[in-house]
């Protein structure tokens, strides 16, 4: 799986769109960028994957850059229950293989 | 979406004495279940892969002896911590790849404190 490097933390106003970037400059050409968050002792959560163009579901929008180096992980408009630590992960689809997961970054979604 | 689910979500025990955790995968089959571990404020370290009928193969540096690992089913994997001792004490979490898409699918996690 390719290496990513995302920011230790963020902080984020409640209402207001969170934007979480990760840097995955190695990437190959058949590895997806995954998007997992995990809330204060409870399991990883999926969010959204995808290869090179943008993704939208219910929970967030991934924009991925036309090198696909890099994407951001857009949460819209923020809650409080959005606080949590957000993992990005690259790695081809299905592969059978567990997920390496990185240090993530922790949000903050403050009042 | 699918559900894995484990028991127990928490559980404390005396150093030597040994610990069971099911993780189970409620609406789908599952050839395939990770255990991993996570102590505070740390990120997940994958510990091993539980595969149906066969044995578990475990990642560098965790002792397979200590770590006992069952797939009897499709449905469920049982990870036992044998001769626990404090430094156990830890956040397990399992997952397991859904049979509908190409995401995985953690369970909630046991909290183990051993004493």
């Known amino acids: 799986d390719a290496k990513t490097t995302q920011p230790t933390s963020m902080d984020c106003a409640e209402g207001r769109a969170a934007n979480l970037p990760c840097n995955h400059s190695?990437?190959?050409?058949?590895?997806?960028v995954y998007w997992y968050r995990q809330i204060h002792s409870q399991g990883p959560q999926y969010i959204i994957h995808?290869?090179?163009n943008n993704e939208t579901n219910e929970m967030a929008s991934l924009i991925i850059t036309e090198d696909r180096k890099s994407s951001t992980l857009i949460l819209p408009h923020a809650t409080l229950r959005d606080t949590a630590v957000y993992y990005c992960?690259?790695?081809?689809?299905?592969?059978?293989?567990?997920?390496?997961f990185g240090k993530g970054t922790s949000l903050l979604v403050t009042p | 979406g699918a559900v894995v689910s484990q028991h127990p979500s928490w559980v404390i025990c005396k150093s030597g004495t040994s610990v069971k955790i099911e993780c189970r995968s409620l609406?789908?089959?599952?050839?395939?279940m990770f255990w991993y571990r996570q102590f505070p404020k740390q990120s997940l370290m994958l510990m091993a892969t539980?595969?149906?009928?066969?044995?578990?193969?475990?990642e560098q540096g965790v002792e397979k002896d200590k770590f006992l690992i069952n797939h009897a089913s499709l449905t469920l994997s049982t990870l036992t911590v044998t001769s626990a001792h404090p430094e156990d004490s830890s956040f397990y979490i399992c997952?397991?790849?859904?049979?509908?898409?190409?995401?995985?699918?953690f369970g909630p996690g046991t909290r183990l404190t051993v004493t």
């Open positions: 992960i690259v790695r081809v689809v299905n592969s059978g293989y567990a997920l390496n």
């Open positions: 995808g290869l090179k």
């Open positions: 539980s595969n149906e009928g066969s044995k578990a193969t475990y």
């Open positions: 190695t990437i190959s050409g058949n590895e997806y």
């Open positions: 609406d789908f089959q599952a050839t395939t």
């Open positions: 997952s397991a790849p859904g049979d509908r898409g190409p995401e995985q699918y």
